[in-house]
């Protein structure tokens, strides 16, 4: 019978769980899809190392999915008690009629485990589809064969779904329990006469807190976007405390002197509904300063989340086709004292890339007919610390790990020109007696740069060159997948002549080249033929350096994996912190319209219509829903550039609004759900007569 009764109670109130049952369902469906990934990966045909990345992936959202869990079994929780708060009367009724407190704990129970069921059979179909579009979006981002790709369903990600929620469940009903235990029939007899007390705030002490936490909020902003270079790790924590702290101060503040700063705009107060709106208004912020804060931080780090986890895969995609203009580099150690030895100890240390390949046997029809080899230098005199000077000490001081007794790279102006014109670089033309500093190292090339507008002279035997230009240009020898050319020296031709063999010596021989094949297949078979080079083939063709190689398979391979992983990571905390924020406030929004439905009620008697009703419904709701998240709105604007001066030792800085779009599409479908549920929901209790 009791069970009977709980079927009952779930269909006469569905309308009242719609935002429970929507919470959960969605929160399943997430939480199965990003579990899923697994199952597809077997049939996706990638190499080893790109399988070793998924792997990863997959591994490091299971222990996401931990903190998740939590973040959805508070979630549920909240939503619980919501629930019972809103039925306090119903429960009233049962023990009056002479059912005992076990006897409601089994009719929730009954509820729950209904609730359990119905709302993980909905999710896991959700997720089961779902899966199979993260599934293409994963071997998109990837490059994968698809030919392999089939239907499928993850029994450990439903066992691991049913397993984590199956707990929260459990703890639901033991809280259910517990707080039955501790109501009284008179207390559930009088609920709706209960309502959260409003302390009244000293509205010029408010003014003065709200004026102080800006200061501190605006000192905060500076800190992490104007002043970012001066930032440490515990000054970051600091700011990070100052942020929670003044968010929480602001929400406090407001609802004290709000009110009364639009009272004294008379006609706007007194102008239709308004009055009543801003006192409800003011009363719902008044009595949920704390959720509001944590809902405000939540948005902040959704939006942020997001924001960089998009930008990070864009701005990599389009720093990879610019950083790997070719399919591969080979170099190799020359004249220049390898650690242990000197250039006279190893006989091939004079051979260039191409040379060695010969002598081992590789036939160079691998690569097309425009390979280009080229030869860096270095002077023993000629270090970073030299070319620096007086700048060395603040570099020193910026980069603490960088070694300053290493040899400047150099190189001639036609050599490099005819390796950028073989990338797609800017070509330079030199003029006597000067030089040219390369570096797309931003952080290093602001150093530089300083030290190029002082005029730093270059002294290579007998000599001295002058900065042609006050800043560095753009170019790198290196196919990489971040901007990492710290500094090459181009010099003219005729000073590489001279100074051969006395105060230069030849450092590296470097080889740049495209495979001849045109398939991803031939070119991964062309590419293990050079990377299968050994000790044992160098020792057997009689060489004893060795060759390096960097290819743009491994760089893709390695850089969109973790991209990939950042990325899929942000989006599930994203939208995990964006669902639990918007269901937080829509169950205290439908909690505050339950106990006010008598003052709507009085609305009605007075001869308000129905219409003037909703509109103040909606504006009170519009704002309530508004003043979080127009806060992290702003706090994300300083979040943001925070976030790319961050990512800016990786990533050049791009221009974010299209993944700013895309998160705001994201915020506005999901916010809009709530809120328009959430709207339903308050109009369909007040309208209860």
């Given at each position: ?62 222990g996401v999915s931990v903190g998740v869990a939590f973040v959805l079994g508070f979630l549920i929780i909240y939503a619980n008690n919501f629930l019972i708060k809103r039925r306090k009367k119903e429960f009233a009724v049962y023990m009056t009629l002479g059912m005992g407190k076990s006897g409601v704990s089994k ?583």
């Amino acid at each position: 019978m009791l069970f009977k009764l709980s079927f009952k109670n779930i269909r006469k109130s569905f309308k009242d769980y719609m935002i429970y049952f929507l919470t959960l369902i969605l929160g399943v469906a997430i939480f199965y899809v990003f579990n899923a990934l697994d199952s597809q990966q077997a049939m996706l045909a990638v190499s080893s190392s790109t399988k070793g990345i998924m792997k990863l992936m997959v591994s490091m959202l299971s222990g996401v999915s931990v903190g998740v869990a939590f973040v959805l079994g508070f979630l549920i929780i909240y939503a619980n008690n919501f629930l019972i708060k809103r039925r306090k009367k119903e429960f009233a009724v049962y023990m009056t009629l002479g059912m005992g407190k076990s006897g409601v704990s089994k009719i929730l129970f009954g509820e729950t485990v209904m609730i359990g069921c119905i709302s993980l059979g909905i999710g896991l179909l959700i997720g089961v589809f779902a899966s199979q579009f993260m599934s293409i979006l994963v071997a998109k981002m990837f490059e994968a064969d698809m030919t392999a790709f089939v239907f499928t369903v993850s029994g450990d990600a439903v066992i691991k779904t049913m397993i984590y929620f199956g707990i929260m469940y459990l703890i639901v009903i033991l809280f259910n329990t517990a707080m039955l235990s501790k109501y009284q029939l008179i207390d559930l007899l009088h609920a709706k006469r209960k309502v959260e007390k409003s302390r009244l705030k000293n509205s010029y002490f408010a003014v003065l807190v709200f004026l102080l936490a800006s200061l501190f909020l605006s000192y905060a902003y500076y800190s992490v976007t104007i002043d970012y270079s001066r930032l440490s790790e515990s000054k970051i924590m600091i700011m990070i405390g100052i942020g929670c702290v003044t968010t929480y101060l602001i929400f406090w503040s407001l609802s004290g002197f709000l009110l009364k700063l639009v009272q004294k705009a008379g006609r706007v107060y007194l102008r239709g509904l308004n009055a009543f709106i801003l006192r409800q208004l003011n009363s719902n912020v008044n009595t949920s300063v704390f959720s509001m804060t944590i809902i405000c931080l939540l948005f902040f780090v959704t939006i942020c989340v997001l924001s960089a986890g998009f930008s990070v895969t864009s701005s990599l995609k389009k720093q990879l086709t610019a950083l790997t203009p070719v399919d591969i580099n080979i170099y190799k150690s020359l004249d220049w004292p390898e650690e242990g030895h000197t250039p006279e100890q190893i006989e091939d240390s004079g051979l260039s890339v191409s040379e060695t390949l010969d002598r081992l046997g590789i036939d160079k029809e691998l690569f097309k007919e425009d390979w280009v080899e080229t030869t860096i230098y270095a002077a023993p005199e000629y270090t970073v610390e030299k070319f620096l000077g007086t700048f060395a000490e603040k570099a020193a001081a910026k980069f603490p790990r960088m070694i300053f007794s290493t040899v400047e790279d150099i190189m001639g102006i036609s050599e490099y020109n005819m390796l950028a014109e073989r990338y797609g670089l800017p070509v330079y033309t030199l003029e006597e007696g000067k030089y040219i500093e390369l570096c797309d190292f931003d952080d290093i090339a602001a150093i530089r740069n300083e030290a190029l507008l002082a005029g730093t002279k270059v002294e290579i035997g007998n000599y001295t060159l002058e900065p042609q230009y006050t800043e560095c240009q753009y170019g790198f020898v290196n196919i990489s997948n971040l901007h990492s050319n710290s500094g090459i020296t181009l010099v003219p031709d005729e000073v590489i002549e001279a100074e051969l063999g006395k105060a230069l010596g030849r450092e590296k021989s470097f080889f740049a080249a495209d495979y001849r094949a045109e398939t991803r297949e031939g070119k991964a078979k062309a590419e293990e033929t050079i990377l299968s080079i050994d000790g044992t083939q160098m020792a057997e063709a009689g060489l004893e350096c060795d060759l390096d190689a960097m290819s743009k398979i491994a760089i893709y391979e390695s850089s969109i994996g973790l991209a990939t992983i950042a990325t899929f990571i942000a989006i599930y905390l994203g939208i995990i912190f964006l669902i639990a924020g918007a269901a937080l406030l829509a169950l205290k929004e439908l909690s505050e319209s339950a106990d006010n439905k008598e003052r709507y009620q009085i609305l009605h008697k007075i001869g308000v219509d129905k219409k003037m009703q909703n509109h103040a419904l909606l504006w009170q709701m519009g704002i309530f829903f508004g003043f979080p998240m127009f806060l992290a709105v702003i706090h994300s604007i300083f979040g943001i550039q925070f976030a790319q001066n961050v990512l800016s030792v990786m990533y050049r800085k791009e221009d974010m609004i299209d993944m700013i779009l895309v998160t705001a599409a994201i915020l506005v479908l999901i916010y809009g759900i709530y809120f328009i549920a959430t709207y339903t929901g308050c109009k369909r209790i007040i309208e209860e007569r």
